[in-house]
């Protein structure tokens, strides 16, 4: 048999987003010294197809291969007002901090973003399934590439106003709605604020080549036998796996930081459509990239930035896995018993920078520099693991439609591969004073215990009612950390953020769930249908002796769906809860940060016309439900980041043949 389809997406959205640095205190008065308020605007588009064969080779053997292409496409313009403030407030009460420039410099951005990224996806996977007598064969080996693309972007373009001295700007931060910081600015002389002209180029970051790769082969084979046993069926099976993938990044930036002749906001001028206050006037992005193209040559390029960007993000990453297996199952009746072990032998081969920028005044290698200089040097890191994944699961099918199950198992997690890569960026000022973003070749793959105890009714014929119960032993959980003062693979920094491992950790939970068609109502009733379910999850871990609860695990999660089947017609409408929780360790419990609770309302329609032609449409979050991180704080919630989409909506038609 031959299948295939295509698929076609393109879809306009914006995004109104507020983003804090961190926070400080100063006599008692918190505050953040970055405040960003940004407007993104995005195109994106989607093109897929996917092709799918099957042959009979025999009456014993099938094959198959299938293939997918992916491409997508994503234009992004982000407008961003920015404030940064050199030195504390100078008054401020519980909810404001009052800053002028007469204590310290306030510099003011007005940027742009003009992002283009393309991605492609190809995978390919045959394989097939041959059964001789009591024999089962399965094998399959497969290939996948992942591409993402950018070149040409500018990200971002600076215009900037520095105000420093007695009565040169004076503004108030209003932190008593906590999702929403308000300014207001209470002296501006020269009425800068607002005056496009007054803001001078600062800055281009262009992105020359940002290409990431990530390529995957793999290839498995299972052989399987049934044996009668005691009125039952045992099949013994044994199989073995080999997976080699290999992903690379390699950033070029070319940074501009001067321009022969005037630019200033007032030449490349847009209006931002951002809606949660007034920011006033932002680049604009096609006019910006208009005007570099044509006057490119008068800009001038930072050598020792550009060679700083364009090193620290580079990597390569190698990870090989080959595992082989052996299980028994057992079925007699309502029985089934499953149990095996998997062995799994993992290689990495990391590579990637250590840059480090040294200003003038500073030390390398107990050398004085004369100027600012960007040292780039080589890291590399081998590696090999083993793991022994046993697992043993039950299920029990009682007479009175009641289902039960058990399982207990070891699982492996391995990180991502970004977190892995040896990037090491470090930046120095003429104080000595150094900040630093590390990946972490060191980290050791998530492993725990579970045990899974779950029982399901089956009732009517049209409903189920489910309850289970589960327990996780973890050793080596990651979360990213920042750390003051910190030596991490031989290199010094005062302030750095980190992928670690965790201690151990433990998750206990429950999980509830109802689903049943109520087609015992009278007609036309009988088509709803209804659904909920609800996890409960209690997680504690230990960082360095630290308790903490574990990373991305909210405590409670609830979801609900009314339905409508009948004839053509579909309907869906949910709601999705889920709890605050963890996201970021920060040097202490005040400066963790969390993610809000969030609770999401969704509907979706079908019509079927024919039974090749089916239209529908899809709304995604109609409740406008914004994304809030923050961070504890003493006695009150400080924001780091708030993002409002509003709700989505899709329509469209689907033809299969």
């Known amino acids: 048999g031959i299948a295939g389809g295509i698929a076609y997406y393109r879809r306009e959205f914006s995004t109104d987003n507020i983003e804090m640095e961190g926070w400080d205190e100063h006599d008692g008065i918190a505050y953040a010294d970055t405040v960003e308020y940004r407007d993104y605007d995005v195109e994106r588009t989607r093109l897929g197809g996917s092709l799918s064969l099957d042959f009979r080779a025999s009456d014993s053997t099938t094959l198959y291969a299938r293939f997918l292409r992916s491409r997508f496409e994503d234009q992004e313009y982000r407008g961003r007002l920015a404030f940064e403030m050199d030195e504390a407030p100078r008054s401020g009460t519980a909810d404001t901090a009052h800053f002028s420039a007469e204590d310290g410099e306030i510099q003011l951005v007005r940027d742009i973003k003009d992002r283009y990224e393309e991605q492609t996806i190809s995978s390919l996977n045959v394989g097939g399934d041959t059964f001789v007598g009591p024999w089962t064969l399965r094998y399959n080996a497969a290939w996948s590439k992942a591409r993402e693309r950018e070149a040409g972007s500018l990200d971002p373009v600076e215009f900037q106003r520095e105000f420093e001295g007695p009565d040169a700007f004076e503004i108030t931060f209003d932190y008593s709605e906590m999702v929403l910081p308000r300014y207001a600015v209470n002296a501006d002389p020269q009425r800068a604020f607002n005056d496009p002209t007054a803001f001078a180029f600062d800055e281009i970051e262009r992105t020359s080549l940002s290409l990431s790769e990530d390529e995957e082969f793999a290839a498995r084979f299972d052989i399987a036998r049934d044996v009668s046993l005691n009125e039952g069926l045992l099949t013994l099976q044994v199989g073995a796996k080999a997976r080699e993938r290999e992903k690379t990044y390699d950033l070029q930036v070319d940074i501009y930081d001067g321009f022969d002749g005037e630019l200033t906001l007032a030449d490349v001028l847009a209006t931002p459509s951002y809606g949660l206050l007034e920011i006033g006037a932002v680049p604009s992005g096609p006019m910006m990239r208009r005007f570099f193209v ?123 591969i970004g977190q892995l890569a040896p990037r090491f960026l470090i930046e120095q000022d003429d104080d000595g004073e150094r900040e630093g973003e590390f990946g972490n070749p060191q980290l050791k793959p998530y492993e725990a215990w579970n045990l899974d105890l779950s029982a399901e009714w089956y009732f009517d014929g049209n409903g189920v009612l489910q309850a289970g119960v589960f327990y996780k032993s973890i050793d080596n959980f990651i979360v990213d950390a920042e750390f003051e003062g910190i030596t991490f693979n031989g290199i010094y920094a005062d302030e750095a953020l980190i992928p670690i491992n965790g201690d151990e950790a433990e998750v206990r939970g429950l999980e509830l769930n109802y689903q049943q068609a109520l087609d015992f109502l009278p007609a036309p009733l009988d088509g709803f249908l209804v659904g909920l379910n609800y996890t409960y999850t209690d997680s504690e871990g230990s960082v360095s002796g630290y308790k903490i609860p574990l990373p991305a695990a909210a405590k409670n999660t609830f979801n609900f769906m009314l339905g409508y089947e009948k004839g053509p017609l579909s309907l869906r409408a949910t709601a999705a809860y889920r709890d605050t929780y963890l996201d970021e360790l920060g040097p202490s419990r005040e400066e963790d940060r969390y993610v809000e609770d969030h609770i999401q309302y969704d509907f979706s329609a079908k019509y079927r016309l024919t039974e090749q032609f089916q239209l529908f449409a899809e709304f995604v979050n109609l409740g406008d439900e914004p994304y809030v991180a923050y961070q504890p704080g003493a006695g009150r919630k400080r924001l780091l980041q708030y993002e409002e989409y509003s709700w989505t909506g899709k329509m469209g038609f689907r033809m299969s043949f």
């Open 294 to 416: 044509e006057n490119r040559q008068s800009f001038e390029l930072n050598a020792l930035d550009t060679r700083f960007e364009s090193s620290v993000a580079d990597y390569a990453v190698e990870e090989d896995i080959y595992a082989g297996y052996a299980l028994g199952r057992y079925e007699r009746g309502g029985l089934r018993l499953v149990g095996g072990a998997r062995i799994e032998r993992t290689h990495n081969d990391i590579a990637g920078n250590v840059v480090e920028l040294i200003e003038e005044g500073g030390e390398y290698d107990g050398v004085t520099v004369d100027e600012d200089t960007v040292y780039v040097s080589g890291a590399r890191f081998d590696r090999d693991y083993t793991d022994v994944l046993p697992s043993l699961n039950v299920r029990y099918q009682t007479e009175g439609d009641v289902l039960l199950r058990a399982g207990v198992y070891r699982s492996l997690v391995r990180p991502n």
